[in-house]
């Protein structure tokens, strides 16, 4: 066999809607597939407003400016995470404050963030690790009682759900990704989701390069200039036209992924019982969308032998983040704490492949794989 990490899943109707979109005669940002798109999300999710951005590191870095960051702002950020979610406020000036995961699950611990927090903190950035939530009413608790911006980084949380309310919608900003690798895809591709409404205005403005162009276009001024700093935020609509596909899709997308994700469990859970790996962890609080599966191995040496061991069975399964605490770019500026469990995770994480088109026969080839590696 050869099984690939990811493959890309096509619905069938992307090519039409790209070509509707191309005869249109508009292809632009902000077109009809744009538009289709933001309703999706309005009517599905509730979502105040929202915004379609060509990446989810796009959405973050408009997040950044929206909370005006400034030179010195503190902003907590879990190392266990990939780069966009730090570098987007980097970028404005803010000294990042890395926390340690869960021992639980990759996701931040909510228990250590109070003892991060200081006069200059302006923003935490959660990321909801695999799609699934972190205790988002202890979060707003901490971060309302401090004045304090929730950003959350559900690039990876789409359709997933914290005591029935959808990721993203809970903090004052929410930036999700369509990249090829995530359950809906746009090949490249994000969305910023505004929930507080003193944004909603200079959203707008910040994703149309700083002017008051959409104002301009509903007719409410009479001509659009240079209002406020921006940037061109917004794709063209042909990566709208695909999303929207996808998004008409979402639920058949879903069930195989969560079929897939279940399917590993069961056949994994005899290796967790017996003390060799540990699956993921979902809380009561949580759902699953089904966006990854993981398995925490042992040692690092361990890891390495495990993915080199289904490398030569054809299967590409891989690692996942390196700490940022620890990055060549990052490490002479952290405040030298240890951070344990990112290192863990960093350490001893591994992938397993998950897409729409991997077939029940691949799932047991694989979970097999890995349990004669462990029982041998």
Known sequence: MNISFNKPYLTGKEAHYIYDAVFSGKISGNGKYTNKCHEFFAQKYGFKKSLLTTSCTDALEMAAILIDIKEGDEVII????????????????????????????????????????????????????????VDMDKLMAIANKNNIFVIEDAAQAIDSYYKNKP???????????????????????????????????????????????????????????WVDIGSSYLPSDIIAAFLFAQLENIELIQNKRKFIWNLYNDLLTPLEKNGFIKLPYIPDYATNNAHMFYIVCKTGEQKEKLIARLKDQGILAVFHYLSLHKSPYYEGKHDGRTLPFSDLYSDCLIRLPLYYELTEEEVRYIAKTITDFFQN
């Open 78 to 133: 879990p190392s266990y995470t990939f780069v966009s979610s730090a570098n987007a406020f980097v970028l404005r000036g803010a000294k990042i404050v890395f926390a340690d995961s869960s021992a639980l699950n990759p996701n931040l611990d909510i228990d250590k963030i109070e003892e991060l927090i200081t006069a200059k903190t302006k923003a935490i950035v959660i990321v909801h690790y695999g799609g699934v939530a």
């Open 167 to 225: 990721l993203g919608s809970i903090g004052h900003l929410a930036a999700f990704s369509f990249h090829e690798t995530k359950n809906i895809i746009s090949g490249e591709g994000g969305l910023l989701v505004i929930n507080d409404s003193q944004f909603e205005k200079r959203a707008e403005i910040i994703w149309e390069k700083g002017t008051n162009r959409r104002a301009f276009f509903r007719g409410e001024v009479d001509k659009y200039s």
